[in-house]
């Protein structure tokens, strides 16, 4: 339930520290534009940074969440005026049958407990020909890096056959389907995530914490040392961990485990039941 997302530390994080640019998940449908310039949805929309770029190209675009912690971080952060707390049956209750071109579910599936009566809700808000967007967790990624894809957080794992056949048993079919793999800086991050307390010596949280002392009197000025210190920091993390990072990814590449995520653009069926 929402409150569970409110006081988990990962969400909490990012909604006191929202992603401002699109994940590579949104970029995939950035790439296709599918209906551009027509009504989007984008459930579970976070804090909102995929609907704002969504705004951006030129889509007519609408968030909910029940996160309302997430909600408040969209309206402030990112100035979304359509960005609602809501649940999916809340959604249909607000917008009505057929109310847009486009649905978007990024991270959401995996998530649910009963995914298909969720997705039947969903394709109620599109009409046939609608086009609906999903990514979720690429389940064959090895488990020491997916700590936090299970259970309370993550119920189901997917991969290229699971999702198709979730498409089409609800009456989508498949337009586009890609894996997304993993990168280098993502190891480099993960290195740090396992490795940093060892070598990390506050140098950002030590900047920011003088600089909040004297914030008021010069922000352009902390803010730019708070730049320097990231850049800094991050530049340790590659000097330490880029060799590491990249002997792990050519041997995930090698076992054809370096899937990261999944993305699927489906469109909707003509006499989908969906539609009641």
Not at 17 to 29: I, M, T, V, Y
Not at 82 to 106: K, P
Not at 157 to 178: A, G, T
Request: with cysteine; glycine share 10%.
């Amino acid at each position: 339930g929402s409150e569970w997302y409110e006081r988990d530390e990962r969400y909490s994080f990012r909604n006191e520290n929202p992603l401002r640019r699109p994940e590579r998940n949104h970029r995939e449908f950035l790439h296709d534009l599918p209906a551009r310039g027509g009504k989007l949805l984008d459930i579970g929309m976070g804090t909102g940074n995929f609907l704002a770029s969504a705004l951006r190209a030129g889509y007519d675009g609408y968030g909910i969440d029940f996160d309302r912690d997430a909600v408040r971080a969209a309206r402030e952060v990112f100035g979304l005026k359509n960005a609602y707390v809501a649940d999916i049956r809340g959604a249909r209750e607000r917008f009505g049958g057929g109310a847009f071109d486009i649905l978007t579910l990024f991270e959401v599936l995996e998530h649910l407990d009963a995914p298909g009566p969720f997705f039947e809700e969903a394709a109620f808000l599109l009409p046939a020909g609608g086009y609906l967007a999903v990514s979720v967790p690429y389940r064959n990624l090895p488990d020491f890096l997916r700590v936090h894809d299970k259970p309370p957080r993550h119920f189901t794992r997917w991969d290229e056959r699971s999702l198709r056949r979730f498409f089409e048993q609800h009456s989508f079919s498949i337009v586009r389907m890609r894996v997304i793999h993993l990168t280098l800086p993502y190891l480099v991050t993960k290195c740090h995530f396992w490795f940093g307390r060892f070598t990390s010596v506050g140098l950002v949280a030590r900047v920011a914490r003088e600089g909040g002392r004297g914030a008021r009197n010069d922000v352009r000025r902390v803010k730019f040392r708070i730049r320097v210190a990231s850049f800094l920091a991050r530049a340790k993390d590659y000097i330490l961990f880029s060799i590491p990072a990249a002997l792990l990814l050519l041997a995930l590449v090698v076992t054809r485990r370096n899937g990261l995520g999944l993305y699927a653009l489906g469109k909707k069926e003509a006499g989908s039941g969906a539609t009641a």
